[in-house]
């Protein structure tokens, strides 16, 4: 009994562990590309994906923005937008974000191809994107998917406010993977089965 009891707290320990490490992750994926985010816009005074100026910079055809100062209209510019063509005269401008902080080396990945413009995986199995508004936010956002409760409530905790319909960092329920951002913020409930997506104000 005494071995299996060591076994076990071993076992348990391991896991905490893991989710703890899975949390981190998570906290400097947000921290990481909201740094990037500002010394792009220090750098170029634009903002990524939207930088008019990319093109040129670059020597990239269809590469730039438009220079708005947003991502586009959520219907063509989710932050769960596949990349999925080389043609960058139809890619949109939450693909191109990733293009120019790689291209600029803010963010590390491939500078060519369909996987220029892919949004980077988390820690958790989703992913990691942009878009203006959602989850009640009137601004660009940077969302990352897939998070189990235990590790949405921790980051949002240690981020934020812990409230997920408030603050900098606003949650939302998920009914499938790598949802569509609904318009408004939803409650957490720690069942051990629950996923989130969870938005962050840029």
């Known amino acids: 009994l005494v071995i299996i009891g060591l076994l076990l707290g071993g076992i348990l320990k391991g896991q905490?562990?893991?989710?703890?490490?899975?949390?981190?992750?998570?906290?400097?994926?947000?921290?990481?590309?909201?740094?990037?985010?500002?010394?792009?816009?220090?750098?170029?005074?634009?903002?990524?994906?939207?930088?008019?100026?990319?093109?040129t910079r670059w020597s990239v055809t269809d590469l730039s923005g438009n220079g708005d100062g947003q991502f586009g209209a959520v219907a063509t510019n989710k932050y769960n937008t596949a990349s999925g063509t080389n043609n960058l005269a139809t890619a949109s401008e939450v693909n191109k974000f990733w293009y120019h902080l790689r291209l600029s080396g803010f963010v590390a990945g491939p500078t060519t191809g369909v996987a220029a413009g892919q949004q980077p995986s988390n820690a958790a199995n989703g992913i990691m994107g942009v878009q203006t508004t959602g989850l009640d936010f009137t601004s660009n956002i940077i969302c990352t998917s897939n998070l189990p409760d235990k590790i949405a409530i921790a980051v949002d905790t240690q981020m934020d406010d812990g409230s997920p319909k408030g603050g900098q960092v606003r949650a939302m329920t998920q009914a499938?993977?790598?949802?569509?951002?609904?318009?408004?913020?939803?409650?957490?409930?720690?069942?051990?089965?629950?996923?989130?997506?969870?938005?962050?104000?840029?």
């Open 176 to 202: 499938a993977p790598n949802p569509d951002i609904g318009t408004a913020a939803t409650g957490y409930l720690e069942t051990g089965t629950n996923q989130y997506l969870l938005c962050k104000n840029l």
């Open 16 to 55: 905490e562990m893991i989710t703890q490490a899975k949390i981190k992750n998570v906290v400097n994926d947000f921290n990481g590309i909201t740094a990037a985010v500002n010394s792009y816009q220090d750098r170029y005074r634009a903002l990524p994906g939207d930088d008019l100026g990319a093109a």
